[in-house]
T-cell receptor, first 115, second 113 residues
Framework: GAVVSQHPSRVICKSGTSVKIECRSL??????MFWYRQFPKQSLMLMAT?????????EQGVEKDKFLINHASLTLSTLTVTSAHPEDSSFYIC???????????FGAGSRLTVL | GENVEQHPSTLSVQEGDSAVIKCTYS??????FPWYKQELGKRPQLIID?????GEKKDQRIAVTLNKTAKHFSLHITETQPEDSAVYFC????????????FGSGTRLLVRP
């Protein structure tokens, strides 16, 4: 089945630094990928829709200058958390649609801890 | 935009009993309703989904029902087992080219041995 790889799985950084998270579709091309954020014991909140070759579409309340999304190829989307602060600590999960299977597949997630 | 509500937030059942989780959605244009199971620290795993052209779908011990008129759908797990213990999320989407999913708040299911 479709596989979505997400890297890194865990990252710890200092406050004020930037962190990049990668999301790759391994065996299919994804023109659209989604980035979610999940705080402990809470639901998955959609942050943005990543569109290959064009700007990402951000959900209401998500700062586009803080969460930079780049979808430069059909198999890779990146999320950069800029000037990270402790309140950005969360579980970030990407997903992509495999057109062949017509279902969404999730990456394994990246747990970000900002000290 | 779409809003999905999910109940209950926690559910504790005895092994072998049934568990039912209910969700409502707000956007009548939504036509795809998946259910995900998430274990602690892991990615959500699709367990069953239903599209709006059917009212019920079953896969072994898991079934989902959909009432388009009332805009609600439910997950039914029969003969529960301890390994069913996890957090379950419902979601709703318009099944166009994007597949943008909006999730419910989640139900923590505990199956007592």
């Amino acid at each position: 089945g479709a596989v979505v790889s997400q890297h890194p799985s865990r990252v710890i950084c200092k406050s004020g630094t930037s962190v990049k998270i990668e999301c790759r579709s391994l065996d299919f091309q994804a023109t659209t990928m989604f980035w979610y954020r999940q705080f402990p014991k809470q639901s998955l909140m959609l942050m943005a829709t990543s569109n290959e070759g064009s700007k990402a579409t951000y959900e209401q309340g998500v700062e586009k200058d803080k969460f930079l999304i780049n979808h430069a190829s059909l198999t890779l989307s990146t999320l950069t958390v800029t000037s990270a602060h402790p309140e950005d600590s969360s579980f970030y999960i990407c997903s992509a649609r495999d057109p062949g299977a017509n279902v969404l597949t999730f990456g394994a997630g990246s747990r970000l801890t900002v000290l | 935009g779409e809003n999905v509500e999910q109940h209950p937030s926690t559910l504790s059942v005895q092994e072998g009993d049934s568990a039912v989780i209910k969700c409502t959605y707000s956007d009548s244009a939504s036509n795809y309703f998946p259910w995900y199971k998430q274990e602690l620290g892991k990615r959500p795993q699709l367990i069953i989904d239903i599209r709006s052209n059917v009212g019920e779908k079953k896969d072994q011990r898991i079934a989902v029902t959909l009432n388009k008129t009332a805009k609600h759908f439910s997950l039914h797990i029969t003969e529960t087992q301890p390994e069913d213990s996890a957090v379950y999320f419902c979601a709703a989407s318009i099944m166009d080219s994007s597949y943008k999913l909006i999730f419910g708040s989640g139900t923590r299911l505990l199956v007592r041995p």
